[in-house]
């Protein structure tokens, strides 16, 4: 059992980040806590992609000179497709905080404050 | 013959997407190019679409390899009949609601004009796109185009706005990332990201537990995106509290475009036996469905803003929409599918109703309603319209769709669903014959000030052109969708259907 765990624990870490990202998200009443909660349980997923893609031993995949001869050896090439797919999550992943932090500012400058309690309870006064 | 035809698939996304840069870039400069920039984009887009639908119906599937690719390596956009008559759909009513939004917008949110066009336009872009692409991965990277926009749209609103942005922020996040995780794990063990090579290699593999998962997250995320019923908790206050222009799009379009991912996965990407015997997902979507139908009506009766009450009924009317896919019977599937049209036109006519009593009277409380019909006949025309269609009045759109579910739900001898359909209908009744009732029957009282209350005749103050005509063809849809609908099934549905079924 404790081998199960060790051998795949790249996965371990993955569900363990990705759980505390959730929790970030659920458990925090403070919007830009929420948000980092969020960053994390983005970043679990990017975690898991990368590690789908890599091979103990393996390279980047570039054939050489004696590949080009005969078969390309599959056991020395990592598969970087997933690699590159995360590029794109990256990029998501930070416009996606870029627009969370811009509306975190435009509710700062409203209700002057981040406690998600607070807000609610300064909307509620003022019936809004 | 008709040469270069295919390149309308790639210029229905290329077209909006550049123009948007440029309207920003040119808005700079020169305030007014924007909008019709803006509306220029979205007339070569729709007239793209109808090209593609005339192609469609003529060929069958059409493939278009970007940059030259081959399929299971390059990106390809597929379009089939059910993605091509969502775009004419989509299309249409983005052209439409822009032509509407300028004097909304000129009145809620002025000096953001041009950044508005330029992140509407990015929006409908990513709806498409959604929509064309037949590559799963390309599929996240449009939907977050189409979140991250929609999320700024929603956020520019009123007081509520920024709040209920963020949850969107927070809820369509979690969503979009259980969607790309179920395309790991689905990638695991197939290597690939190309649908229709995808569903190819599955049905070998429809007992891997990695497939599985993936499935299961396909679903949930898109679940969570599109509203249905238990994860709706982003919806109301995102269409509440948006400008109208926005609600205006948002409501009609966004949800409608993920109810054709949910599809497309179910049986597309996946063959319909492994979505309705091998696990029984869609028998659960049922349930879920005919829940989120009756909680939606009900919860929509205890509103009393007009928009909030709309964002519930959307709720109720997903779950049409999810109960057509759940039966998963020609007859169902039809209804589903014709409901997505059907709800998008008539949800569309309600929020730029909306929009347009916001505009004229600058309040929304349907007890205000009072005497609106002499004030703006024809906005209340319209909503009369698209509101006995939701309830489901021949011979209306809403009417044939509901029709569809219950011939389904007949077939698949699920009787629950009958009745859901038809209470349901009845409370749809209870909450738009209020409205109705209020701005039509009841004595118009000019006296909410303290003045002495003057009976004083109201005057007829209707919407300017721009905003009329927009809201007239909407409904006037609403009303051809109706008249039409055995030719749409006939000619684009039938075939959108799996052949399985």
């Known amino acids: 059992m404790v081998e199960y765990i060790i051998s795949k624990y790249n996965y371990w870490v993955y569900i363990f980040l990705m759980m ?9 009443r403070n919007l830009v806590k929420k948000l980092i909660g969020m960053n994390i349980f983005q970043v679990a997923i990017i975690l898991f992609y990368i590690s789908i893609g890599s091979k103990v031993g393996a390279s980047i995949p570039i054939l050489t000179a004696e590949d080009l001869h005969g078969m390309a050896d599959p056991v020395k090439y990592m598969n970087s497709l997933p690699h590159v797919l995360m590029l794109t999550a990256i990029v ?20 002057k404050t981040l406690a998600e309690d607070e807000i609610l309870e300064i909307r509620k006064k003022t019936g809004a | 013959m008709r040469y270069g035809y295919e390149q309308c698939i790639v210029l229905i996304v290329v077209v909006p997407l550049i123009t948007s840069f440029l309207a920003a870039l040119l808005g700079w400069f020169k305030r007014w190019l924007c909008y019709p920039l803006v509306l220029a984009a979205l007339g070569i887009s729709f007239l793209c679409s109808l090209g593609i639908l005339d192609l469609v119906m003529e060929r069958g599937t059409i493939h278009y390899w970007q940059g030259g690719w081959e399929p299971p390596w390059g990106i390809e956009y597929v379009v089939d009949h059910l993605n091509a008559f969502m775009l004419v759909m989509l299309t249409f009513i983005a052209l439409v609601v822009a032509i509407y939004s ?40 449009f939907l977050e ?27 369509g ?41 993936g499935f299961a997250l396909f679903t949930v995320g898109i679940a969570v995106k599109m509203g249905l019923f238990p994860l709706h908790v982003w919806l109301p206050d995102s269409y509440t509290y948006a400008p109208s222009a926005s609600s205006a799009v948002i409501a009609p379009m966004f949800t409608k475009v993920m109810a054709y991912l949910m599809v497309r996965i179910f049986f597309t990407l996946f063959k319909p036996h492994f979505s309705i015997d091998l696990i029984p997902i869609t028998q659960i979507l049922t349930w879920v469905a005919a829940g989120g139908i009756i909680a939606g009506s009900i919860l929509a009766i205890a509103q009393t803003d007009l928009k909030r009450m709309l964002a519930y009924s959307s709720i109720a009317n997903i779950g049409y929409i999810v109960l057509g896919i759940g039966l998963a019977n020609r007859m169902g599937l039809t209804g589903g599918l014709l409901h997505i049209l059907n709800h998008a036109f008539m ?16 309040m929304r409380d349907i007890t205000q309603f009072r005497g609106l019909h002499k004030k703006m006949p024809f906005t209340m025309g319209a909503f009369t ?25 007949i077939d698949a001898k699920q009787w629950a669903f009958i009745v859901v359909l038809l209470v349901s209908s009845l409370l749809n009744a209870v909450y738009f014959f209020r409205i109705i009732e209020n701005a039509y029957l009841e004595p118009p009282v000019t006296a909410y000030a303290t003045d002495g209350g003057t009976h004083e005749e109201i005057k007829r103050d209707e919407l300017p052109l721009s905003m009329l005509i927009p809201t007239l063809i909407m409904a006037t849809g609403v009303v051809l969708l109706g008249i039409f609908n055995e030719r749409i099934i006939a000619f684009i549905i039938r075939f959108a259907v799996p052949a399985s079924f």
């Open chain 2, 385 to 409: 319209i698209a509101a006995l269609s939701m309830i489901g009045i021949p011979p209306t759109g809403g009417f044939f769709s509901k029709f569809y579910l219950v011939l389904g739900a």
């Open chain 1, 92 to 111: 998501v992943g930070i416009a996606t905080t870029g627009v969370a932090l811009a509306i975190i500012i435009m509710i700062y400058n409203r209700y």
């Open chain 2, 173 to 213: 996040t979690v969503g979009a990332c259980f969607y790309y995780l179920g395309i790991g794990y689905v990638y695991i063990v197939t290597g690939s990201l190309n649908m229709a090579d995808l569903s190819q290699m599955l049905p070998g593999l429809y007992h891997n537990k990695a497939v599985l998962v």
């Open chain 2, 102 to 141: 300028k004097k909304s917008v000129e009145q809620e949110i002025p000096e953001k004009l041009v950044p508005y066009y330029s992140i509407f336009l990015l929006m409908v872009t990513g709806l498409i796109g959604i929509t064309v692409t037949g590559d799963l991965f390309n599929v996240f990277v």
């Open chain 2, 145 to 171: 185009i189409a979140s991250l926009t929609a999320y700024a749209l929603i956020a520019v609103g009123e007081d509520g706005a920024p709040m209920a942005a963020f949850n969107y922020v927070i809820m």
């Open chain 2, 347 to 362: 949800k569309g006519t309600l929020f730029l109703v909306a929009g347009g009593i916001m505009y004229k009277m600058g």
């Open chain 1, 20 to 28: 505390l990202g959730l929790y970030g998200m659920i458990g925090k």
